[in-house]
């Protein structure tokens, strides 16, 4: 349990896209089309967001206090005022990080299960 008595495991399993943001958001604060295009790049492109998917997590994600919208902007030269930005939040964080736990035990038990080193898998 969090001081703020929110369990992270509540909110788990994530979706792979919802995950995906918040793995965006891990390092720094982005706007949209910089989340769609970080998503694509650390996926290989296998995850590919539209903007109506990315703003339905978004909206799922600041209801949930996973993201807040950031108040810092860029730079005048480098800004869009029509642009949100948004970040991670300490719970957020947290929430990924149990996502990321989970994942990983499952990789054990397929690996366990020799299911990944299995020459007959795909």
Request: glycine share 6%; net charge positive.
């Amino acid at each position: 349990m969090t001081p703020s008595g929110r369990d992270p495991a509540q909110y788990l399993p994530l979706t792979a896209p919802l995950y995906h943001v918040l793995v965006a958001l891990a390092d720094d604060e982005q706007h949209g089309y910089a989340i769609i295009k970080t998503v694509a790049r650390l996926t290989d492109e296998r995850v590919m967001l539209s903007t109506g998917t990315l703003y339905g997590i978004i909206k799922r994600l600041l209801a949930d206090g996973l993201i807040v919208e950031s108040r810092r902007r860029p730079a005048a030269a480098k800004d869009d005022e029509r642009r949100r930005y948004y970040r991670i939040t300490d719970f957020g964080r947290r929430v990924a990080v149990a996502e990321a736990r989970r994942l990983e035990q499952m990789i054990s038990v397929a690996r366990a299960a020799r299911l990944l080193d299995d020459p007959r898998g795909a």
